[in-house]
């Protein structure tokens, strides 16, 4: 004759594997409201702020950087001296009447009109408008408008 102990009483009729399936869940259920109770826990120690030089200069960098990626619209023409193709289009390098150098981006995806995109040639004279930005010492332009 088999006793199983059950809720704290014999219970002749309870099966095993029913009473063991029953503690897996029971400890499962509990776990898991451990875990859900130590992630809600208050957490009561404060880190104090500590300011340093270098968090000043890296304001400072960020400040910069923010400043050299400002954008300002800008018309220029000029005489096509190079041409590099890429996926959606080509950047063209122009050199100004003033010897000035822009290396202008010619996209379908960036023109306001997706008609004016076309093919340019070296020697080409060409009069672009776009999103004008530096960077390093290199000028450059991403055309909006291609005429």
């Known amino acids: 004759m088999d006793f199983h ?10 099966k095993p594997e029913l009473k063991m399936k029953s503690h897996i869940q029971n400890l499962a259920m509990m776990s898991a409201v451990i875990a859900f109770a130590s992630c809600n826990s208050a957490k009561t120690e404060a880190k104090p ?6 968090a000043a200069a890296e304001v400072d960098t960020a400040a910069a950087v923010s400043e050299d990626l400002k954008t300002e619209t800008k018309s220029v023409e000029g005489k096509v001296t190079e041409i590099l193709n890429g996926k959606d289009g080509y950047t063209a390098t122009i050199e100004t009447a003033d010897k000035e150098i822009y290396l202008v981006t010619i996209s379908h995806s960036n023109l306001k009109d997706h008609t004016q995109f076309r093919s340019v040639k070296i020697g080409e004279t060409i009069k672009v408008k776009g999103d004008y930005w530096k960077m390093e010492n290199t000028s450059n332009i991403t055309v909006r408008e291609l005429q």
């Open 49 to 54: 702020e500590i300011k340093t030089e270098t």
């Open 5 to 14: 102990f059950s809720n704290g009483i014999f219970n002749h009729n309870e």
